[in-house]
């Protein structure tokens, strides 16, 4: 993207059609001078398979089919937890933790409860996320966020998706999911990392 996008409004395509994902990152972008558009806004559909070793490689498998489609800047994520006393697991595959395909968020978050049950606690993990921008003119920008914490046995809060309920953020007493959607967007590995992307595409905020 060129400086002298600074005085325009940039137009992003988000390469999700993941709800919850485009409520968070609509509500990052939200004070910026930035449209954010979705594949279903456009009615296209692409089914990714996620085979990437990194993050970073699987968020670029997310974006290259919609730049591929002709698409000007195509943004795109992936995420994962990584849980010190299961040697980084679920990682990349958090998604996919569970086997089973029609398993729900509720049940990945039991599964991993399960594994972890006679390990000692505190169970010291980290949310990851890296964001990617593919531009037309074959720019690649990257961002990285990290968000430190512990998973807890219990369930708490409402806001979240994945594994939010069950993930205790550092320097605060509430999980991802008890956060309120302002002070996720600060502490949040999705949050940092769309904010540094912001940063480096000198994204100027929305007028009043």
């Given at each position: 993207?060129?400086?002298?996008?600074?005085?325009?409004?940039a137009?992003?395509?988000?390469?999700?059609?993941?709800?919850?994902?485009?409520?968070?990152?609509?509500?990052i972008?939200?004070?910026?001078?930035?449209?954010?558009?979705?594949?279903?806004?456009?009615?296209?559909?692409?089914?990714?398979?996620?085979?990437?070793?990194?993050?970073?490689?699987n968020?670029?498998?997310?974006?290259?089919p919609?730049?591929?489609?002709?698409?000007?800047?195509?943004?795109?994520d992936d995420s994962g937890?990584?849980?010190?006393?299961?040697q980084?697991?679920?990682?990349i595959?958090?998604h996919?933790?569970?086997?089973?395909?029609?398993a729900?968020?509720?049940?990945?978050?039991?599964y991993?409860l399960?594994?972890?049950?006679?390990?000692?606690r505190?169970?010291s993990a980290?949310?990851?996320?890296?964001v990617?921008?593919l531009?037309?003119?074959g720019?690649?920008f990257t961002?990285h966020?990290i968000?430190t914490?512990?998973i807890?046995?219990?369930?708490?809060?409402?806001?979240?998706?994945?594994y939010?309920?069950i993930?205790?953020?550092?320097?605060?007493?509430?999980?991802?999911?008890?956060?309120?959607?302002?002070?996720?967007?600060?502490?949040?590995?999705?949050?940092?990392?769309?904010?540094g992307?912001i940063?480096?595409?000198?994204l100027?905020?929305r007028?009043?």
């Amino acid at each position: 993207m060129e400086p002298s996008s600074q005085t325009m409004t940039a137009t992003l395509l988000l390469a999700t059609n993941n709800p919850h994902k485009v409520e968070e990152f609509r509500s990052i972008f939200l004070p910026y001078d930035v449209i954010l558009q979705t594949p279903a806004d456009l009615g296209l559909f692409n089914d990714v398979i996620e085979s990437g070793n990194t993050y970073l490689e699987n968020a670029c498998l997310k974006a290259l089919p919609y730049w591929q489609d002709g698409q000007n800047r195509v943004l795109a994520d992936d995420s994962g937890l990584e849980v010190e006393a299961l040697q980084g697991a679920p990682g990349i595959h958090s998604h996919r933790f569970l086997p089973d395909p029609n398993a729900t968020s509720h049940d990945r978050c039991l599964y991993l409860l399960e594994r972890l049950q006679d390990i000692p606690r505190p169970w010291s993990a980290a949310f990851h996320c890296e964001v990617v921008l593919l531009t037309r003119q074959g720019a690649v920008f990257t961002s990285h966020g990290i968000c430190t914490g512990q998973i807890i046995p219990e369930f708490r809060g409402e806001n979240g998706f994945g594994y939010d309920p069950i993930f205790l953020v550092d320097g605060t007493d509430q999980t991802m999911a008890e956060l309120d959607p302002d002070r996720k967007n600060q502490l949040s590995h999705r949050g940092k990392a769309a904010l540094g992307m912001i940063k480096q595409l000198g994204l100027g905020l929305r007028q009043a």
